[in-house]
């Protein structure tokens, strides 16, 4: 094998495959990319719990090949060399990276012992708008748990009806819901990995294709072509956190709000908010040197004072994925769960208890 691309060509598809490869263990073949030159070049990365697909017509190809190479070293000679011309080559069982008088060589692994990938047969397709998609998974990434022991939270569930369907994430203090009009053959709930919903956040801003099947999500388009495998868990009935009454529904000002929280959270994360008619006020918690106080005008009917605790970065969470000048409250019990809403997005979220 023998191509040659620009720098930054190659530095961007190596950059983009790193978060799939095997990390721990170098001597691993999922530590390392696979290059194949044909009529593209096809790049792949692969952890086998998830992986990356590139295609690319920006290189020039002088003998077709496939050979293996350590990505994480690959990236870090590229990212040394300087902006024009680099050759990557075969030489025994070595591969050569070239680029005028600079040249390195890293050692193979036997290719046809990649991992393979799965593919798009015999998988049910969602039609689905990527910047819908985008936006959806943003909005819960916040809530999505890491390391629990409970591995099903670690990841979103989508669950797919056949007129909408709906994002979750939870790290059991609060729960994020998104909820997308879209039309599906069947009905399938799906938990993937926070890990792919970073990826597919970076990668993928134009039209795409979704595959799925028990086991695996296929997201697809022109340049990208990525896999995750599943988990295989059951996740928590969402639809029995979110309070199916409320007793106060009250609209707030979304910019009023967040300022008003930026200035308490100075002293203190755990914030505890008053309503009263026409009246929010703010006051930081669990700190008896220090202490921080605001209020806000806000144009809210209540019929009597409503004080409860927060941990304000749920809050912040929340408000940082909406687009509204407002969003709602609806409240029960001051030791009760309350939800935050603005549109399809809806938070519920546990309070701190007073």
């Known amino acids: 094998m023998k191509v040659a691309t620009r720098k930054d060509i190659l530095e961007s598809i190596l950059i ?6 095997e990390r721990k263990d170098a001597t691993n073949i999922t530590s390392h990319i696979y290059l194949e030159a044909d009529e593209k070049v096809t790049v792949k990365a692969t952890d086998t719990e998830i992986g990356l697909k590139v295609v690319s017509d920006q290189f020039d190809i002088q003998e077709t090949g496939i050979v293996t190479v350590n990505g994480k070293k690959f990236l870090d000679i590229v990212r040394t060399l300087k902006d024009d011309t680099i050759e990557i080559f075969t ?35 969602i039609s689905f708008d990527s910047m819908q998609l985008i936006k959806s998974l943003k909005k819960i990434i916040p809530a999505i748990d890491t390391n ?22 939870t790290d059991t203090r609060r729960l994020a819901v998104v909820d997308v009009e ?8 799906l938990i993937i990995p926070k890990k792919a919903i970073i990826e597919i956040q970076k990668l993928f801003l134009d039209k795409i294709d979704i595959y799925y099947d028990e086991t695996h999500i296929i997201i697809q388009n022109d340049q990208f072509f990525l896999y995750s495998r599943l988990i ?34 100075i002293i203190s994360q755990e914030v505890k908010l ?30 009597e004072s409503f004080t409860f605790a927060v941990n304000s970065r749920y809050l912040f969470d929340f408000i940082s ?34």
């Open 232 to 265: 295989n868990g059951k996740f928590p009935d969402y639809q029995r956190i979110i309070p199916s009454t409320t007793k106060y529904k009250l609209t707030v000002p979304k910019k009023e709000l967040l300022e008003a929280m930026r200035t308490v959270a």
């Open 16 to 21: 983009n495959s790193q978060a799939f490869l």
């Open 91 to 125: 030489e025994d069982s070595n591969v050569i990276i070239k680029q005028k008088s600079t040249k390195f060589k890293l050692p193979t692994f036997n290719y046809e012992e990649y991992p393979t990938f799965p593919s798009i047969d015999n998988k049910a397709q």
């Open 274 to 303: 008053t309503f009263n008619n026409n009246l929010i006020t703010l006051e930081s918690m669990n700190n008896d040197t220090q202490k921080a106080e605001t209020s806000i005008d806000a144009p809210i009917v209540i019929d």
């Open 321 to 354: 994925q909406i687009d509204t000048n407002e969003f709602i409250f609806e409240l029960n019990d001051p030791n009760l769960p309350f939800v935050v809403k603005s549109q399809n997005f809806l938070t519920v979220i546990m309070p701190i208890l007073l």
């Open 148 to 169: 629990n022991p409970k591995y099903e939270l670690n990841g979103a569930l989508i669950d797919i009806k056949t007129d909408k369907t709906l994002f979750v994430g």
């Open 182 to 189: 879209n039309s599906s053959e069947k009905e399938l709930a």
